[in-house]
């Protein structure tokens, strides 16, 4: 069974709209991040939460909201969609914050604005 | 500025070779390291962490980690068609959860 789920796996979008992607994880991990993997760009961190606070924020832009309802969610909210924004979107977590700590990917999320 | 710098670009190896992938940091703040590799189509997985300078082997799989020159290795030897994929040199500090990557390594092992 997948520990991390991202859903939905593929996602096209129009330019100026607003999607939510989510991400749960299932390995009971108190530490999730956000990355971005596009081809102009190698993987590249955007946000890290350790027991829900927000600890690292790496997004020049506030169109990108981490949401975290949950321990084990953390959902990415992107708002006012640009083609630039079209990317795979992975979410991870980590036992602990920091450290020595192994971060877990999960398979990501295809996003498309067109 | 890029902090992790891999290369070669791309590898091609015969089944049965070895496969080495180079990676170099610009930060001394960086402790640990790790090697990722994916698949098509897939998230990344860790594939092995190294902290401590020298070797550190796992079966077929050894890296090298030298922290005077921020300089981290992977060797694969009798490599296996499974093993085609693109490998990801990461690296983080001690304060910071964030992982920094490389562009990545796209090896290609040849039936």
């Known amino acids: 069974d997948p520990k991390i789920i991202q859903k939905p796996k593929y996602l096209v979008a129009v330019t100026g709209s607003e999607k939510i992607l989510i991400c749960e994880q299932y390995l009971g991990h108190n530490a999730m991040y956000w990355y971005r993997q596009s081809a102009k760009k190698p993987l590249e961190f955007m946000f890290s939460y350790s027991y829900q606070k927000l600890m690292d924020n790496q997004t020049a832009s506030s169109r990108f909201q981490p949401q975290s309802s949950k321990k084990n969610h953390l959902d990415l909210q992107i708002t006012a969609l640009k083609p630039d924004d079209s990317a795979t979107y992975f979410c991870?977590?980590?036992?602990?914050?920091?450290?020595?700590?192994?971060?877990?990917f999960g398979p990501g999320t295809r996003l498309t604005v067109l | 500025q890029q902090k992790v710098q891999q290369s070669p670009e791309s590898l091609s190896v015969p089944e049965g070779g070895m496969a080495s992938l180079n990676c170099t940091s610009s930060d001394r703040n960086f402790q640990y390291f790790w090697w990722y590799r994916q698949h098509s189509g897939e998230g990344p997985k860790a594939l092995m962490?190294?902290?401590?300078?020298g070797d550190k082997k796992e079966g077929r799989f050894t890296a090298h980690l030298n922290k005077a020159s921020l300089h981290v290795s992977l060797h694969i030897r009798d490599s296996q068609p499974s093993d085609s994929a693109l490998y990801f040199c990461a690296a983080r500090g001690s304060a910071l959860g964030r992982l920094h990557f490389g562009a990545g390594t796209q090896l290609i092992v040849i039936p």
């Open positions: 991870a977590s980590s036992q602990v914050f920091g450290g020595s700590y192994e971060q877990y």
């Open positions: 962490s190294i902290f401590s300078d």
